[in-house]
């Protein structure tokens, strides 16, 4: 079987390459884009057309009309991280598939909007974290997992990239989504909600910083308290460096500390590092391969349709739900100015 898949929405500059995994995979072709209001848009449809050769009368500036026309399998959403919801809801009213770009939303409200909209559908519903297609993240996991370090007691993350361009996109606009605590928070709260097995904090203390010529936080600062200890999530469009041209410092990743040793994921040239009470020295591990659905978002939700299986961990709206606690949680201590209970 081949696979149809619509591309929807450029406000995330990831569904370009979301596109180039459709065409890569052997059952999926593109059958259609849109992109509702370029203005907004940080990807480029005229890219994806070009690079796809996609025929004009599958380009589409409505969404409810590229699905009529084109009837695909699944639709690929990268709408502004406020319009989550309401893409959802939207997708929602037809009978396909449906996968978001990350975060998961821009609140706790948005969140239960777009999966109350998917519950009883019968069509998958998932998340594309790019870095879920790391082997390093789930070799983390593994060895938590495995009981390499004990029980953890303390994570420490580190995101995000020098700046988030362009300079003038929504990124920028409180009201869309933007900020360096929703583009980065989501991933420190989320990958370490997974490395601890769903287990999530007590309460929760941030800062953020908003210089005057901006209205959203270009830094900040999260305090997860759990019974046994602190967490901290950084995040900052502050670096002097993009993470994926050359790497900056600080450096972009986790620290993981156990009852009986350590994980690192951030020393230079060392992907991962392991350091435990038997080997107080340390040593290396390289990532075992993944299962090929963790290839990319195409591959993993072909696998899911072909096996029946459900979304994992952070592909898992609902998981991420929970894990989304923790940024709402932060967002309005930074608010508030005050440690909060996490909220529900």
Known sequence: MTYRF???????????????????????????????????????????????????????????????????????????????????????????????????????????????????????????WPVMWDPVKHEVRRLVQDGTIGEVEEIQYYGGNAGAPPADSWFYDPAAGGGSMLDYLGYGATFSTWFRDGELPESVTAEDYVPEDLEVDVQSSTIARFEDGLSAFQTSWRMPTNPWEIEPQPMKGYVLVGTEGSISTVERGVEIRVQTDAEPEGYEVEPEQLPDRFQNLVHYVIDRLETGGEPEGPCDPAFCREAHRIVETAKQSAAAGERLELVD
């Open 6 to 128: 619509v591309g929807a929405n450029f406000d995330q500059m990831h569904m370009n390459t979301n596109l180039e995994w459709v065409a890569d995979h052997p059952d999926a072709e593109i059958v259609g884009v849109c992109d509702e209001d370029p203005s907004t848009s940080t990807g480029s449809l005229e890219d994806a057309v070009e690079a796809h050769d996609i025929p004009d009368d599958r380009v589409f500036d409505d969404l409810e009309a590229c699905i009529e026309t084109t009837d695909p399998d699944v639709v690929l959403g990268c709408p502004m991280n406020s319009e989550h919801a309401r893409f959802v809801e939207r997708v929602a009213e037809y009978d396909v598939h449906v996968a978001i770009e990350k975060p998961l939303a821009d609140s706790l409200a948005s969140a239960d909007r777009m999966i109350d909209a998917m519950t009883g559908t019968d069509n998958l519903f998932a998340l594309n």
